[in-house]
């Protein structure tokens, strides 16, 4: 297997190089995944929040520690890095602690009059192993997180982080090994592409997969061959509409922030902007003092740092260059130097969705703005695409910002806020078309690392049931007559079907 490099992004320092995983390996933590599964998965779930609790007390008390190396990592503000790494993944152990035990407890339903007196409930049991494979944006929040609500639901995890951002892989394994737990419970692979198709191979109980689309497809077709249950957080190419009566300096602020955050490399990054045409001078020229007021450079001293992957700029000097050449207008930035991990935020206009910078996932420091004249027309626009993630709604109609919010074919949609969502660890977070399948975050996430076992509980007093054998005439009768009368239009018991309940209710003792 190859080796990976330890580099800062942002200043090319190599900090170290890391083995990757061998076949064997990956086969060899699979066991040990299995055999701690034994123990883990039946371990109360109190027992399960204390350790989530002391992983929280450990990442509370290192988080600037943390974050300045996720920041070395990742080329992203340090600022940032504790933000979205720390904070958040903290306030989501907060959250389990507070609610695990009651989300993953035994549900009593309610059970028809038909199968009286049978009891039912729903029981959430873990699944076994997860795999959690990770990409290099968030690389430490999009890990720890999934991983530990596979964790607090029981399963034991192998987590493969990406190979984009090794040292990352690292500082959570030193994570995990630095809080005391039950041997295996979790554990971390590291490497690329093969090493991810080997987790995938070793079959795992269900895969949780963060990434690309075209990455998404191809583990959900490995996955296939054994039906693995998997669930994709893929990209997107969140739409932002700016409605006339919008607060517009809200709106450029959130546009700004929302465009160019950790560089544009979100998932949930503002990637269109769609405003009405009545506020659209303003509000560009809003946006163009806000962006040039941008501090840009090294992640300690800027607010916007460097790209993270090499790969993904010549993503965005594509994108950007086409739409150039189709006739957009960069208002701010828009060109790019030949080398170094620096792209400058980039404003333009006169763009079109015959671009690729209005159809296909950009996931850099680029805010194309259209305008629209009409609500429908915006909503129009921003469903023009196979992603939907994330989207935003500006507003201060309350009917009318939720009236498009409704309309908008997307897993998320924040009002008069970008991105958001995510930080609210109640609500299920997901993408619907291409930006993914399933749901985490939220007591619909967290049971998604269970199956619902679902249990039906007689008495068992009677010896037989009146749908069992031998069949007779009178349970015909019987559930003609249970039939109309339960569904029917009100008609009710007549004295034949009231002589085969009799008797059938006579053979069930
Ligand atoms: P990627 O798909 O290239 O890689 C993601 C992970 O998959 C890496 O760990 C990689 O090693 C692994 N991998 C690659 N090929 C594999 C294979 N065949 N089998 C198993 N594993 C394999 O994605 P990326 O470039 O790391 O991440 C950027 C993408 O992730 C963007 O599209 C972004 O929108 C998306 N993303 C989505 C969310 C979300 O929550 N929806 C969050 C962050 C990022």
């Known amino acids: 297997m190859g080796t990976l490099t330890l580099r800062n992004p942002a200043t090319g320092e190599v900090m170290g190089t890391l083995q990757e995983n061998s076949p064997e390996e990956v086969h060899k933590a699979m066991e040990r995944a299995r055999l701690a599964f034994g123990h883990w998965g039946s371990t109360p779930v109190s027992a399960r929040v204390h350790y989530l609790r002391n992983l929280r007390h450990y990442l509370v008390e290192h988080g600037e520690e943390l974050a300045k190396k996720i920041s070395e990592a990742t080329g992203k503000v340090a600022l940032e890095a504790y933000m979205t790494e720390i904070f958040v993944t903290a306030d989501t152990i907060r959250f389990y602690e507070k609610n ?64 984009i951002t090794p040292g990352v892989g690292v500082l959570i394994e030193e994570l995990f090994q630095a809080v005391p737990a039950p041997q295996h419970i979790v554990q971390v692979l590291h490497g690329g592409r093969q090493v991810g198709q080997a987790l995938v191979a070793a079959r795992p109980d269900k895969i949780f997969f963060t990434g690309s689309v075209a990455t998404g497809k191809k583990i959900m077709a490995q996955a296939a061959e054994h039906l693995i249950p998997v669930e994709l957080e893929l990209g997107g190419k969140d739409p932002m509409i700016v409605l006339e009566d919008a607060h517009l300096e809200r709106a450029a602020n959130g546009a700004v922030w929302g465009a160019f955050t950790n560089s544009g490399q979100v998932c949930m990054s503002v990637e269109r902007v769609y405003v009405h045409e009545r506020v659209y001078p303003e509000f560009l020229r809003l946006v163009k003092e806000k962006t040039a007021a941008l501090r840009h450079g090294f992640p300690d001293q800027a607010e916007v740092g460097s790209m993270t992957s090499p790969q993904q700029i010549g ?57 629209f004249s009409t609500e429908e027309e915006a909503i129009r626009l921003a469903n023009d695409t196979p992603y939907g993630l994330n989207a935003s709604v500006w507003s201060q109609n309350k009917a009318k910002a939720k009236r498009v919010a409704l ?21 299920p977070f997901g993408g619907v078309k291409q930006s993914g399948i399933g749901r985490y975050r939220g007591p619909e996430g967290l049971q998604a690392f269970t199956h619902a076992v679902s249990i039906i509980h007689d008495p068992g007093k009677k010896k037989r049931e009146i749908n069992w054998y031998p069949y007779t005439e009178e349970q015909q009768t019987l559930f003609v007559g249970l039939t109309k009368t339960l569904f029917g239009k009100g008609q009710t018991w007549n004295s034949r079907n009231l002589l085969a309940a009799w008797r059938e209710w006579k053979r069930l003792f």
């Open 100 to 163: 695990a035990e009651r989300m993953l407890a035994p549900r009593k339903v309610p059970t028809p009059i038909a199968l009286s007196p049978k009891k039912s409930s729903i029981h959430y049991q873990p699944m076994g192993v997860v795999a959690v494979i990770s990409p290099w944006n968030y690389p430490f929040q999009l890990s720890v997180v999934p991983v530990l609500s596979a964790l607090i639901a029981g399963n034991t995890v192998i987590l493969k982080p990406s190979e």
């Open 315 to 371: 993503i965005v000097r594509q994108h950007v260059e086409e739409a150039l050449a189709k006739g957009a207008i960069a208002e701010l930035g828009g060109s790019f130097s030949e080398d170094g991990m620096f792209l400058p935020p980039t404003i333009l206009t006169g763009v079109t969705h015959e671009m690729k910078i209005m159809r296909e996932e950009t996931f850099g420091p680029i805010l194309p703005i259209m305008t």
């Open 407 to 427: 309309q908008l074919e997307s897993g998320n949609v924040c009002i008069n806020d970008v991105i958001i969502s995510f930080a609210n660890p109640n609500l």
